[in-house]
């Protein structure tokens, strides 16, 4: 069965169809592979990324996916595409109802670039610390398990709060548990609060699939998505449309959501290595 890149590429000249697979396969990635890659992918996949992105959020997307290809390759675009596939489709439940309860996102659910930004902007800065090699071959994979968790983090939390849009019966403020309306601000439900941590195992699972991560690395990103999850849910009910901190929109709020599962599942795995390698050292002593 041919790949979709292999069936588009049989009506070309076989010597460029040769050239085009070697610069796919590319390994390590360059930023040429990964600009010459994400453009032949976001081709194929135009009409799902129009459904789910304005086109200024599909192009802040394609900076996203070319700079993921080059710091991880294909299993790291992998991963993002498949966080988005899931987001865009639990975005999508409901979208009527949504709508007429006025809990819906913008534009029929397609986000633009600021929601792009504010879902990745810790996975950037993990691409961009592996592709430069800050800390060397130690903190390698460290970088990569931040990557992976920033996006298990931004799945929770978007199917959490789509899915508990849609199907909450009972939604209460985290910090008061007081009964609130469907949308409102660090109200959580427990049809949102199941379906976010499905997401995130299913997420990491698929990191672990694609070699990103192992199986107790999966653990460490989904027991920090949810930590940093519930930590935006304290921070929306308590901080956010309040006096003084209208600077901290969703985007912005995004951003410390990830920011805090990726940071979190990095000194998780340096605390677990440290008294691992702690416990090695006394039992060699003895």
Partial sequence: MPTPIQAVATDLDPGLV???????????????????????????GSRLLVSGLSLSGIAAAFLLGT???????SSGFLLVA????????????KIAQKEAQGVAEKRKGRR????VIGSSAAGCVCAFLSIY???GEAFARLWELGFVASFCTK?????????????????????????????????????GTVAGLLASILLASVGCIMGEINAPEAII???????????????????????GFRWLTNDAANVIN????????????????????????????H
């Fill in 18 to 44: 040769q050239q085009v697979m070697n610069l796919f396969r590319s390994s390590p990635p360059t930023w040429k592979s990964a600009f010459l890659s994400n453009v032949l992918i976001f081709l194929l």
């Fill in 67 to 73: 700079l993921t290809w080059r710091a991880f390759g």
């Fill in 82 to 93: 498949t966080f988005f596939v899931l987001g865009t489709a639990a975005t999508k439940v």
């Fill in 112 to 115: 633009g670039p600021g929601s």
């Fill in 133 to 135: 090699a800050i800390g």
């Fill in 155 to 191: 799945l929770g939390d978007t199917v959490s709060s789509e899915i508990g849009k849609a199907y909450g019966k009972t939604t209460y403020l985290v910090t008061t548990f007081k009964m609130v309306p469907r949308g409102t601000e660090g109200a959580v439900s427990t049809e």
């Fill in 221 to 243: 990103c989904v027991i920090a998505s949810q930590i940093a999850n519930l930590a935006e849910s304290i921070i929306g009910a308590a901080l956010q449309e309040k006096e």
């Fill in 258 to 285: 990830i920011s805090t599962g990726s940071i979190l599942a990095v000194l998780m795995q340096q605390l677990i290595l440290q008294n691992r390698n702690s416990w090695m050292q006394d039992s060699s002593h």
